[in-house]
T-cell receptor, first 114, second 112 residues
Framework: DTGVSQDPRHKITKRGQNVTFRCDPI?????LYWYRQTLGQGPEFLTY????????KSRLLSDRFSAERPKGSFSTLEIQRTEQGDSAMYLC????????????FGPGTRLTVL | ELKVEQNPLFLSMQEGKNYTIYCNYS?????LYWYRQDPGKSLESLFV?????AVKQEGRLMASLDTKARLSTLHITAAVHDLSATYFC????????????FGKGTKLSVKP
């Protein structure tokens, strides 16, 4: 297994458009996390899945954001009606069942909203 | 609300010198993580510290955790240029979810 993968790596969109990102975790990792990172800041937690169940959502995740992990494997993060403030790097991470284990991060999807 | 503060935020050092990065956090947590990020890249896990007094070393980097003081340190010994990167500490927010709260990062530049 080559690690966490994310697609696309870069996305440029116009304000008001919808975008969807995909994350494929390390196989057999049942925990999956989404974070957002803006320039010069540390990643901010968005949401978390244990298998297919979405167990935690940050207040940063407005109603325009939705995430799914339908079969407990890959996950998608959709942003509807994008705003310029959504421009950021969106990072996905996965970890095994033991919550004390480190989270392994993917390469990220850089979103630019014009 | 858990807050994580790192200092310094920027660090310029010469090769061969030693320095320490500090990570303070505001509420009780027994799990602290250090990550490295190169420009335009994702985060690479460096250390996981799971108990008070934990110390881990890898090459020129050594991390320690004092849960009573709510402080972790990342010590750099005899810095080399390849260590230039941004270093983040992150603390588990609590419970079993594993949500990490990150500091703002310390941007390290090692000059010849």
């Amino acid at each position: 297994d080559t690690g966490v993968s994310q697609d696309p790596r870069h996305k440029i969109t116009k304000r008001g458009q919808n975008v969807t990102f995909r994350c494929d975790p390390i196989s057999e990792h049942n925990r999956l996390y989404w974070y957002r990172q803006t320039l010069g800041q540390g990643p901010e937690f968005l949401t978390y899945f244990q298998n297919e169940a979405q167990l935690e959502k940050s207040r940063l995740l407005s109603d325009r954001f939705s995430a799914e992990r339908p079969k407990g494997s890959f996950s998608t993060l959709e942003i509807q009606r994008t705003e310029q403030g959504d421009s950021a790097m969106y990072l996905c991470a996965s970890s095994p069942e033991n919550f004390a284990d480190t989270q392994y991060f993917g390469p990220g999807t850089r979103l630019t909203v014009l | 609300e858990l807050k994580v503060e790192q200092n310094p935020l920027f660090l310029s050092m010469q090769e061969g010198k030693n320095y320490t990065i500090y990570c303070n956090y505001s509420t009780t947590s027994d799990r602290l993580y250090w990550y490295r990020q190169d420009p335009g890249k994702s985060l690479e896990s460096l250390f996981v510290l799971l108990s008070n007094g934990a110390v881990k070393q890898e090459g020129r980097l050594m991390a320690s955790l004092d849960t009573k003081a709510r402080l972790s340190t990342l010590h750099i010994t005899a810095a080399v240029h390849d260590l230039s990167a941004t270093y983040f500490c992150a603390v588990d927010e609590g419970g079993s979810q594993g949500n990490l709260i990150f500091g703002k990062g310390t941007k390290l530049s090692v000059k010849p």
